[in-house]
T-cell receptor, first 115, second 112 residues
Framework: GAGVSQSPRYKVAKRGQDVALRCDPI?????LFWYQQALGQGPEFLTY????????KSGLPSDRFFAERPEGSVSTLKIQRTQQEDSAVYLC?????????????FGQGTRLTVV | GENVEQHPSTLSVQEGDSAVIKCTYS??????FPWYKQELGKRPQLIID?????GEKKDQRIAVTLNKTAKHFSLHITETQPEDSAVYFC???????????FGSGTKLNVKP
């Protein structure tokens, strides 16, 4: 595909359910990021991968959040025992090269609603 | 950590007028400042960026200025058009460019 693809686009989860959000980055992009965007706010950093290595997970709000990128391509963000405050748009972005300010391309996001 | 503040939160201008959005940052180590445009329900898209070794950058109707001493940077849109209506986010990152700190966004409305 031409851009970063995220699925599902929308997810409704009952409080306490586990969810998994998928990100397909642009082919060949080394860097992959996850951001959380609450309604009316700017994106907030969650975690960063260089290939399969998770180099920074300082933004993950709690140990209920887990991200992986086992083969250095597709990434999954998993949220266990979802809570209402987890409701947000989860954005994935990828960039071609590590540590260089080339453009980060964002996906359209997954809107998670916890009820 | 870095703290990026953005003003105003909403901005309404008449078509053809200029629009200015301002951001401040707290970490003097930040050296890369992108601006993203996000239309309703769509992905953020980079519209312009600037590095700390440059004071100003222009691309057609869009320009960004950076004042490292004062730790603030601004987006300038001239001859605004209705299709410029969107939410604009500023961001800052440091040497590794691997973590962006975003402002809270400015909703720009260009009235025809």
């Amino acid at each position: 595909g031409a851009g970063v693809s995220q699925s599902p686009r929308y997810k409704v989860a009952k409080r306490g359910q586990d969810v998994a959000l998928r990100c397909d980055p642009i082919s060949g992009h080394v860097s992959l990021f996850w951001y959380q965007q609450a309604l009316g706010q700017g994106p907030e950093f969650l975690t960063y991968f260089q290939n399969e290595a998770q180099l920074d997970k300082s933004g993950l709000p709690s140990d209920r959040f887990f991200a992986e990128r086992p083969e250095g391509s597709v990434s999954t963000l998993k949220i266990q025992r979802t809570q209402q405050e987890d409701s947000a748009v989860y954005l994935c972005a990828s960039r071609e090269v590590y540590g260089v300010n080339t453009e980060a391309f964002f996906g359209q996001g997954t809107r998670l609603t916890v009820v | 950590g870095e703290n990026v503040e953005q003003h105003p939160s909403t901005l309404s201008v008449q078509e053809g007028d200029s629009a200015v959005i301002k951001c401040t940052y707290s970490d003097s180590a930040s050296n890369y400042f992108p601006w993203y445009k996000q239309e309703l329900g769509k992905r953020p898209q980079l519209i312009i960026d600037i590095r700390s070794n440059v004071g100003e950058k222009k691309d057609q109707r869009i320009a960004v200025t950076l004042n490292k001493t004062a730790k603030h940077f601004s987006l300038h849109i001239t001859e605004t058009q209705p299709e410029d209506s969107a939410v604009y986010f500023c961001a800052a990152s440091g040497n590794n460019f691997n973590k962006f700190y975003f402002g809270s966004g400015t909703k720009l409305n260009v009235k025809p």
